[in-house]
C-alpha cells in the first residue's frame, strides 16, 4: 500500500459473469461490490463505466458531485483525465486498467484532479466488464472485453486525519527515541511501562528485565524511602516532581541523575501513571563537588597565610602547613621537604622535613616517588618544570605502588606543588585528597600560587633574619662577566663606579643608584644605550669628578640572583670592567647552593674568601642617639614641630607650612630648609648610604 504520488493498490481474482449493457454493468458493479464490502456505499460513490480502451461511457450524480465534471464534459474522455498532471503524463492510469482486466478487479488509492483543480484523496475500485458476464458464472478471461466498471468514494478528510495521526506518532516517536536522556512511563501501579533506546543503553538491563522491574529499582538502595515518598506525592498531591538519586547499573555503577516527572491522567482527570525524563548529572556534580573543594582550599589557604606572616622560623611554616592541609576533610595527609642539590647529578632531591596524617616511614617511600615519579608514570618532577603535578584515580594507577598505597589509605588524588621563590627552588608539598578527581584545573591554579607564596615568605624571612641577625657570614667575590649590566657598563666606558643602592622594584627589575667616577656622562649615555639589559638612564646629579645616576636594569643582574637565595649585597666597586662583590648571607643558607648559583649563571665569577663576622647590635636607642647626633637644634624643631603639628598628614594636612614657621618663630623659607636638610640627614641614617654629618 502506498501513497502519493504512487497509487495504493489491492488486486483480487475471482468469478464474474453479467448481462448486456445496463445489466450487464449493474450487474458486475454489484458483484463488484459485494466481493469488496463495499455494496453499502454504492449511493455515496461515484460509479461510471468505461469502454474498452478506458473512455468514460456514463457519469451518475456520485461522480458528479465527487470530481466536479458533469457528464456531458466528461464522457467521452480517458480515464487519465481524473489523474494529476504528473500521473495523467506516466502510464499510471494504463496500469491500472490493466491490472484490473488481468486479476478480475483493482483496488487502489490515490490523488486525483476535480475539474477546478483541486486535488482529493479517493479510494477506488476498477473490474473489467466481458460480453458474457453473468453474475455467479465464473469469469472467462478468453471472452472479449466489453469495457470497465469505476467506483470511487471520497477518503480526502479520512487520509488528512491519518496523515496527521501519522506525522504526529512519527514526530513522538522521534522526540521520544532522540532523547539524549532516559525517558520511562510507569503505570499506576508502578509497573513499566514504556522506555526509550537510552534506558538499556545506560542501564544495562535487556528490554525484557526492564518490563518487569519497578522504579526503586534503579536507585541506589540509600535513596529509595525518598524516590518513593516523591513517587507517591506525584500520584496522589503533585502533578510535576523532580528529584536526584544514584541511578544503579546492571553491573553496579552508580551513576547520579536528576529525575523530572508528570503524572498522567485520562479526560476524567483520573491518574493512569506517570512519565518523565531521567539526565546524567555528573558533570554538574562534579562542578558543585570542585567548587566546594575550591572553597575549603581557599580557606586553608587564608589560614596558612596568616600563619605564615606570623611565623619566625621555616620550621613553623612547614608544620603549619601540613598540619592545616591534614586536618580538612577534604584531604587525607600532607608532607612536605626541602630540595637538596643532588650530590651526583643535576637537579635536586627532596628531603622530608613535616608531615601530618601519614608516618614518617610512608613519607620516605611511597610519597617520595610522587615527587621524583619513576619512568613509567604520567608525570615528572615538580623540580624540573616548577609547575604542580597532579595524580588522580589513582585506585586505578598503573604504578603498583600507587595503587596499593592509594586503596590501603583511602585517598584518590595527589598534588606535588613545588615551593619556589623566583626561579629557585625550596622544597614540595605533597598532599593527598580523599575524593579520585581531586586538584582540578582551577585547584591546581590555586595550590601552584600557593607555593609561589610559601616560596617567596620563606625567601623573605631570610632576608629579615640577615637584617638582624649579629653573625652573619661575609662572601667576596670577584668578576669580569659582562652579563652583568653593571661590569658592562664600567668595561664598556672604561670608567670605575659603584652600587650605592639597589631597588627592587619586581623580581626581574631593578633600579640601580651608581656613583660614576672619571668620565663624561654624555659617554655613560652612549654605553648604556648600547647595552640592552639597561632600560632607562637618569642623571641625578654631575660634578667634575663624579655623576650620579639612576639606571633600571631588566634580568641580568647579580644582585637580582643573590636576592633569590636571601643575600644581600654590601658593597660592588667596578674598576673598568672589574668587579668586587661583598655578600651577606645568614649562616643556614646553603652556600654550595648559592655560589654555584652565581658562578653557573655568571661563569667569569669567582668565590675570593668566605668568613664568618659579627655585627654590631644597633638597639632603637642607638639609631634615635645616632639621628639626634647629626641633627642641628633648629632642623631637629623644625621636624618636631612638622611632625607633631600634622604636618604630614595625608590627604589633608593639619597644618600647613606658614603656621609651623609662624609658631617656631622663623620665616616660611627657613622652615622648608632646616626641614629638607632634617629630612634627609633621617633618611641617610635609616639607610645608611652615607655618614651624613654636615649640619647645613
Partial sequence: MSDDPAERTDSTTGPSRGAADDKRINGRAGRHLEIHELSTLVDDCAVAPFGPDGRVKRWNDGARRLTGYDAEAIVGDHYRTLFPPDARESDRPERVLERARSNGTAETEGWRLRSDGERIRVREAVAPIREDDEIGVPVDRTVELAGYVWIAHDRTEDYERERALREETVFAKSVFEAQPDIVYAFDADENHLKWNERVPAVTGYTDAELAEMDPLEFVAPEDRDRIAETIRRLLEVDEYVTAEADLVTKD?????????????????????????????ISDRK?????????????????????????AETRDEIEQAIVAEFAAADAYRFAAIGRAEPAARTAGYSWEPTAQAGIDATAVDGVLSSFVEPPADAPGVSPFETRSTQRYRHLHESPIDEWRADARERSYGAVAVVPIVATDRVFGALVV????????????????QEFGGTVGHAINAMAVRRLLYLDTVVELEFESTDAGDSCIALSHGAGCDLSVDHVLPLTDEVFVYYLTVSDIDPDAVRAVARDTPSITELRLIDADDEESDWEVVVRDATITGLLGEYGARLQSQVVRDGVAELTVHVSLDTDLRDLVGAITSTYPDTELVSKRTIDRPIQTHGD???????????????ALEAAYHGGYFEWPTRNSDASEIADRLGIARQTFHQHLRVAQAKLFSAYFGTRDETATG
Wanted: aromatic share 6%; hydrophobic share 35%.
Fill in 286 to 310: 562534579a562542578r558543585e563537588r570542585e567548587l566546594e573543594r575550591l572553597e575549603r582550599l581557599n580557606a586553608i589557604v587564608r589560614t596558612i597565610d596568616e600563619t605564615v606572616v606570623a
Fill in 252 to 280: 553496579d555503577r552508580r551513576i547520579p541523575y536528576e529525575f523530572n516527572s508528570a503524572r498522567i491522567t485520562d479526560d476524567d482527570g483520573g491518574v493512569l501513571g506517570f512519565t518523565g525524563t531521567g539526565r546524567d
Fill in 432 to 447: 593527598a585528597a580523599a575524593e579520585r578527581s581531586a586538584f582540578a584545573d582551577r585547584e591546581r591554579e590555586v595550590l
Fill in 623 to 637: 639609631f634615635r642617639r645616632t639621628v639626634e647626633s647629626i641633627l642641628t637644634e633648629k632642623q631637629r624643631l
